[in-house]
């Protein structure tokens, strides 16, 4: 849905999307059901909110990479002593 540049990017946004999923279908769901989830019976809406956590953590990922700058992958080359 994302998208994002090279295999670090891919990782660090498959993992702060599964983040996002985890918050929007467990947490806020058990916040709306009293603390009560049913995991025996698949629900829709639990899919719903797991998408939409993982789209908030996501976009909220690019909002900080915008303002701090892409993440570093791999050592820097030394500068030059000219």
Do not use: C, W, Y
């Not at 918050?23 to 829709?44: E, P, Q, T």
Request: charged share 20%; aromatic share 6%.
């Amino acid at each position: 849905m994302m998208k994002s540049e090279g295999r670090t990017g891919l990782i660090e946004s498959v993992l702060v999307g599964v983040f996002g999923a985890f918050i929007g279908g467990d947490f806020v769901v058990a916040l709306l059901n009293k603390g009560v989830v049913n995991d025996k019976v698949f629900h829709i809406g639990s899919l719903a909110f797991a998408v939409a956590g993982a789209v908030v953590m996501l976009l909220i990922l690019k909002l900080l990479r915008r303002s701090v700058g892409p993440l570093q992958s791999g050592k820097k080359k030394p500068r030059s002593r000219s």
